[in-house]
């Protein structure tokens, strides 16, 4: 994680890892515990990395860095956060790091792997110390007052539901590979 987290659990460990500087993520792997199930839920905005290589360096980068420092502790099952239209041939950027990112954790081989790829997340950013973001709210607010139209794929999902999706599918620990669309992360 990228800071620590206030949540206390007797099997729960924080390790705050700098996520640009990749060699630290996979070194500080090796002072891990063995593991058996990997959650990577890292991501960013090419606004906010300020750049397309900054962005790759997180989205791409980082979560290959996790999930190969999970697999080296044992882990047989992961669960990773992709995006809704995920696809290594899109055009577009965004979409085609998810991707190459789902398709280069599933040749990493894990017995079991899960991706959830939600469309718009919902959820209380400055919780998450992020800043608030207006254009958000207002399509939130016409989602909702539209829902009835929207096809489930395409409607906002609550992070929180995301999660708990991710944890169930994991858990059940399906042999080969698992893609969750927004739909079925639905809470």
Do not use: W
């Amino acid at each position: 994680m990228r800071k620590p987290t206030t949540a206390k659990h007797a099997k729960l460990h924080s390790h705050v890892v700098d996520f640009a500087a990749l060699g630290t993520a996979v070194s500080h792997a090796l002072t891990l515990p063995a593991l058996n199930e990997v959650y990577i839920c890292l991501g960013t905005t090419i606004k906010v990395a300020g750049s397309q290589e900054a962005f790759r360096a997180v989205d791409f980068d980082a979560v290959l860095a996790v999930a190969r420092a999970g697999m080296a502790r044992g882990a047989t099952k992961i669960g990773v956060v992709s995006a809704m239209g995920a696809s290594a041939r899109s055009g577009v950027f965004y979409s085609r790091v998810k991707g190459e990112m789902e398709e280069a954790i599933s040749k990493l081989g894990y017995a079991s792997v899960s991706i959830a790829r939600p469309s718009f997340l919902a959820g209380d950013r400055e919780a998450l110390n992020q800043n608030a973001r207006p254009s958000e709210k207002i399509a939130l607010t016409a989602m909702n007052i539209f829902s009835t139209l929207i096809p489930k794929n395409y409607q906002a999902v609550q992070a929180s539901d995301v999660a708990a999706s991710l944890l169930r599918q994991v858990r059940k620990g399906v042999v080969g590979q698992t893609v969750l669309l927004s739909g079925q992360l639905q809470g």
